[in-house]
């Protein structure tokens, strides 16, 4: 796996597989996909670069603090977001009740908080994919 | 040991029998009338866009109308990491003799 032209063709794929991954979260409310799915798209790019380059240069690239603050964190986030309801005198993770302008449909800042509850989401999943992978693949001998 | 098989034998084909019952109660598959399409994915359907603001409709029911039910879906996400990672861990650590 640590091929000379599997190396260059990864350098010019895998930026733009982590673009099209962040993409797909932040227009997950607006054009078929989601924070779900994007977020599998960017563990994937991290994930080959780890394949093919070796898991050294793949934790350079994403230390192991980042990953446990995204991974810890995500889901506090989801709460702070969800508390904004609580806040504006509404139930816990309102949106439309809580008083949030939710914009024109279509574009990139309507829906209120759900761009920002999705982010929360992508990261999380993304998270998650790479901590799995590296934890098992640094128990290889 | 002969009986014993001859038991279970018959608990599962009873269970069997139970379950088949069971699935015979159900609806034809798609049919417009069935108890499935109830008022609660007609609102869905034409509320999404008025009631979330976004066209992804998916998106609306998953992080707007369902909003507690993803917040736990994370939860799940962060207990597996934690699981593969205490578990992974503590035998890397152990191995390495520290």
């Known amino acids: ?141 | 040991m002969r009986l014993r098989n001859l038991l279970f034998l018959l608990m599962a084909l009873l269970a069997a029998y139970v379950i088949l019952i069971a699935v015979a109660e159900l609806p034809p598959y798609g049919m417009p009338d069935n108890p499935v399409h109830n008022q609660v994915s007609e609102r869905y359907i034409t509320g999404a866009l008025e009631d979330a603001g976004v066209l992804n409709m998916v998106t609306a029911i998953v992080l707007d109308y369902r909003a507690y039910d993803t917040m736990f879906e994370t939860i799940v996400l962060f207990t597996a990491a934690l699981a593969v990672v205490v578990t992974l861990k503590t035998a890397e650590r152990k191995g390495g003799g520290k």
Not at chain 1, 38 to 49: D, K, N, R
Not at chain 1, 98 to 119: E, H, K, R
């Open chain 1, 1 to 141: 796996m640590r091929d000379f032209i599997l190396k260059r063709v990864a350098a010019l794929i895998l930026p733009f597989i982590c673009m099209y991954g962040l993409y797909v979260i932040f227009h997950g409310h607006v054009s078929p996909g989601g924070s779900f799915a994007g977020g599998i798209i960017v563990g994937l790019s991290f994930i080959a670069f780890a394949t093919i380059y070796g898991l050294e240069k793949g934790r350079a690239k994403l230390p192991e603090t980042v990953l446990n603050w995204t991974e810890s964190y995500g889901t506090l986030w989801y709460g702070i977001m969800g508390m904004v309801g609580i806040v504006k005198g509404a139930p816990f993770l309102a949106n439309k009740l809580a008083g949030v302008s939710l914009g024109a449909p279509g574009a990139l800042s309507s829906g209120g908080l759900i761009s920002l509850i999705g982010l929360g989401v992508g990261i999380r999943v993304a998270s998650t994919m790479v901590t799995l992978f590296f934890t098992m693949m640094e128990e290889e001998p």
